[in-house]
């Protein structure tokens, strides 16, 4: 069973603008963590926020993490069409040995 | 790809045949799994190693079998191929020492079952 779920599936805007992508997931974690992938290409990491901390940026990327909520956010701020792909966001679960569980993923359109 | 390679690249074959797909890394990290990606279902995992013949099974492993006999190389077998094994199939390892156990992904082989 999927331990992140992605929100929403898709969302498409207009270059320049900021995207919001939520990610809620079921059991406690180590960290999560964010990845893209572009058409036909392998997953790339992209961030992580560990279970104690609330908040981290990383160039034009700002995640947050809200324990509580058991959910996170990834916001891509002034957006390029170059940040066309899907975004997926994956839990460390505690006690899952190494392993991470992916959501199904957001795909996002920059319109030029 | 952070020194990960997949072979094949592509590969169509029949039902009922069995399949082998290769990944190599360069950099001999511990931790090596495998994928399949699926539209409406993400990313689910096969099987998984954590060493030399240590291999334990993810979400979906019926159907699929893994051998581990070289750090750098992690074969993944279906056994007796299904059209439902049709998929794009994923490997990716963890970097030694990172207790984060994040990901670095292979390019994928993209597998038809006809």
């Known amino acids: 069973s999927q331990q992140g779920e992605e929100d929403p599936q898709a969302l498409s805007i207009q270059e320049g603008e900021n995207a919001t992508m939520n990610c809620s997931y079921k059991?406690?974690?180590?960290?999560l963590q964010w990845y893209r992938q572009n058409s036909g290409r392998g997953l790339v990491h992209l961030i992580l926020?560990?279970?104690?901390?609330r908040e981290k940026h990383s160039g034009r990327l700002r995640v947050t993490l809200d324990t509580s909520k058991k959910s996170s956010s990834l916001l891509i701020t002034a957006s390029r069409a170059a940040d066309t792909a899907s975004y997926f966001c994956?839990?460390?679960?505690?006690?899952?040995?190494?392993?991470?569980?992916f959501g199904k993923g957001i795909t996002l359109s920059v319109r030029p | 790809d952070a020194g990960i390679t997949q072979s094949p690249r592509h590969k169509v074959t029949e039902t009922g045949t069995p399949v082998t797909l290769r990944c190599h890394q360069t950099e001999n990290h511990r931790y090596m799994y495998w994928y399949r990606q699926d539209p409406g279902h993400g990313l689910r995992l096969i099987h998984y190693s954590y060493g030399v013949k240590d291999t334990d099974k993810g979400e979906v492993s019926d159907g699929y079998s893994v051998s581990r006999s070289k750090t750098e190389d992690f074969l993944l077998t279906l056994e007796s191929a299904t059209s439902s094994q049709t998929s794009v199939y994923f490997c990716?390892?963890?970097?030694?020492?990172?207790?984060?156990?994040?990901?670095?992904f292979g390019p994928g082989t993209r597998l038809t079952v006809t």
């Open positions: 990716a390892i963890s970097v030694d020492g990172l207790s984060s156990y994040e990901q670095y």
């Open positions: 926020i560990r279970s104690n901390e």
């Open positions: 994956a839990t460390d679960a505690t006690g899952a040995n190494s392993k991470l569980t």
């Open positions: 059991t406690s974690i180590n960290n």
